[in-house]
T-cell receptor
């Protein structure tokens, strides 16, 4: 158990819908990262937040957005869902400023778009 | 840009030794991680190298050559539970992490 929690564990929805994935980082971690992992694909970095502020953006679609709240939990919002958005979505957290800045992953949310 | 290459699949026998290679091209290199990921589960941290050389941790060892842009993960005394994907990830610009597509290792009895 990494200490990172994600909800829900599974999500099944239809095309065109909007969903919200939630992540709580490890206690004391300030950075939160979101990744997408499609079938047989590597982990694709989406976005990073540090202490409430957006820090880095990866391959995140405009239909996707995220935020980090004052209590440091984060939400990833996916809208106008398409079949191709079906994937495992992982959240990871790190202390930020540690050496090394190791990322610890949550169990993931499996999103299925029908 | 950043680029990481590792073999797609490998097979080995229980009790044997296997070496999983990773080559990378990146700017602002700050270190290299290896993660293990069982199917459908979260990646879990295995090792971190920032200096050249070998880091040993039980049955797992990781090697780094910064000048060659090369790393390997060595797994000894393979067990069935070691069947998983092994992800090489490069840390650059302090806190940016890019992952390779992973090497799926199958261990046979």
């Amino acid at each position: 158990d990494s200490g990172v929690t994600q909800t829900p564990k599974h999500l099944i929805t239809a095309t065109g819908q909007r969903v919200t994935l939630r992540c709580s980082p490890r206690s004391g971690d300030l950075s939160v990262y979101w990744y997408q992992q499609s079938l047989d694909q590597g982990l694709q970095f989406l976005i990073q937040y540090y202490n409430g502020e957006e820090r880095a953006k990866g391959n995140i679609l405009e239909r996707f957005s995220a935020q980090q709240f004052p209590d440091l939990h984060s939400e990833l919002n996916l809208s106008s869902l398409e079949l191709g958005d079906s994937a495992l979505y992982f959240c990871a957290s790190s202390v930020a400023g540690a050496d090394p800045d190791t990322q610890y992953f949550g169990p993931g949310t499996r999103l299925t778009v029908l | 840009g950043q680029n990481i290459d590792q073999p797609t699949e490998m097979t080995a026998t229980e009790g044997a030794i296997v070496q999983i290679n990773c080559t990378y091209q990146t700017s602002g290199f700050n270190g290299l991680f290896w993660y293990q990921q069982h199917a459908g589960e979260a990646p879990t941290f295995l090792s971190y190298n920032v200096l050249d050389g070998l880091e040993e941790k039980g049955r797992f060892s990781s090697f780094l050559s910064r000048s060659k842009g090369y790393s390997y993960l060595l797994l000894k005394e393979l067990q069935m539970k070691d069947s998983a994907s092994y992800l090489c990830a490069v840390l650059y610009n302090t806190d940016k992490l890019i992952f390779g597509t992973g090497t799926r290792l199958q261990v046979f009895p």
